[in-house]
């Protein structure tokens, strides 16, 4: 079983950056994947970023490959998403999902633990 709790969203204006973090508590070890999913008012959640846990693997969705970058601290339990360049069209709400899987899920169904979620707001 995984926790996940989401902080760092906000408001900021396009081309400002933001950091999330995702504390990630529970059974970390095997083939745990993390990722960050965000929702935008009446449309379908979307697969930002993935990571594997222990194999620093990652997979970015399209519409933010070369912004934004998802990272993790062992250390500290907790997964960073650095979101640079950033634009209207990424305002929504940002949700931190975890699975067990030897690959990492680009769709919603492939996670079964979902944190609360985080508001990032971006004004153009």
């Known amino acids: 079983q995984v926790q996940l709790v989401e902080s760092g969203g906000g408001l900021v204006q396009a081309g400002d950056s933001l950091r999330l973090s995702c504390v990630v508590s529970g059974r970390t070890f095997g083939s745990v994947v993390v990722a960050w999913f965000r929702r935008a008012p009446g449309k379908e959640r979307e697969f930002v970023a993935g990571i594997r846990w222990n194999v620093e693997n990652t997979y970015y969705g399209d519409s933010v490959k070369g912004r934004f970058t998802i990272s993790r601290d062992k250390s500290k339990n907790t997964l960073y998403l650095q979101m640079n360049s950033l634009k209207p069209d990424d305002t929504g709400l940002y949700h931190c999902?975890?699975?067990?899987?030897?690959?990492?899920?680009?769709?919603?169904?492939?996670?079964?633990?979902w944190g609360q979620g985080t508001q990032v707001t971006v004004s153009s």
């Open positions: 999902a975890a699975d067990y899987r030897n690959s990492i899920p680009t769709v919603r169904t492939g996670y079964y633990y």
